[in-house]
């Protein structure tokens, strides 16, 4: 979604110039695509088990999700981390 809101606003900031948009548009949004892709990645395992032992850590980190101190726990290691920082931050104000 971000990314086609970002389209819209660089087509807008450069109306009349769709190659000049669509090439700020790259520039902008390819860091941010790079990014996830590598998030998601490494997050395949949780998303996607593929033995015995990745599914037992998805159903203690699941379990985990209901306890407050675990909670506050991702929260806070998820502001470290650049894709959870990312999936906050609107790119299509850059």
């Known amino acids: 979604m971000s990314g086609a809101d970002l389209l819209g606003t ?3 900031r450069h109306s009349g110039d769709v190659e000049q948009a669509l090439a700020e548009w790259e520039r902008i949004l390819r860091p941010n695509l790079d990014v996830f ?3 998601g990645i490494q997050q ?3 998303f996607v088990p593929a033995t015995a032992s990745e599914l037992a850590l998805r159903k203690v980190m699941t379990t985990g999700l209901r306890m407050p101190v675990f909670t506050s726990l991702l929260r806070q290691l998820r502001s ?3 894709a959870g920082r990312l999936k ?3 790119i299509a104000l850059a």
Request: aromatic fraction near 6%; charged fraction near 55%; charge should be neutral.
């Open 80 to 82: 470290r981390d650049k």
């Open 37 to 39: 892709q590598r998030n």
């Open 44 to 46: 395949r395992t949780f």
């Open 10 to 12: 660089m087509l807008d």
């Open 88 to 90: 906050d931050h609107d």
